[in-house]
Structure formats: structure tokens, C-alpha cells
């Protein structure tokens, strides 16, 4: 069974994007986007995965360039 999430990245000066994806999906996806972070995108995942246990939904949100601030939201696909 593959496991797929609900995403939505708000970036500063951008659009909102959202879509469904599996986990290489969205690394691929974060990966294009050069996001300044601190950590890998698959990282970043693996953190925000350990978040949703409980409600299910997680939330990343970036602040390390404040010209370039961004927020991953994701939720588990039913």
C-alpha cells in the first residue's frame, strides 16, 4: 500500500500550490523548489511524519530567511 498526503506549500510572494503525493513525490517536489532550510527535504518528512500521529495533520513552517519564508502543511490522503 503506498501511502500518499495531502500538501499545500505557501511561499512568500507566491502563489499557494497544493496537491496529493507520495513521500519520493513531495522530496522531489521540495527539492525543486530550493526552500531555504536547514535540513534535507527527506529530513524534513521524516520529522514532520513523526508529528502527525496524533491529529494527523503537520505543519512546517520556515522563518530562516525572512525574505524567503514558506509553510508545508501535509495530511494524511484517506
Given at each position: 500500500m ?9 511561499r ?11 513521500e ?26 513523526i ?13 530562516h530567511n ?13
Amino acid at each position: 500500500m503506498t501511502i500518499r498526503y495531502l500538501w499545500t506549500l505557501d511561499r512568500a510572494g507566491q502563489q499557494s500550490r497544493n496537491g496529493l503525493a507520495t513521500e519520493n513525490e513531495l522530496i522531489d517536489l521540495l527539492n525543486k523548489e530550493a526552500l531555504p532550510c536547514v535540513m534535507p527535504a527527506d529530513w524534513l518528512l521524516a520529522t514532520m511524519q513523526i508529528d502527525m500521529e496524533g491529529s494527523g495533520l503537520s505543519i512546517h513552517e520556515s522563518k530562516h530567511n525572512p525574505q524567503d519564508t514558506w509553510k508545508l502543511e501535509l495530511k494524511l490522503a484517506a
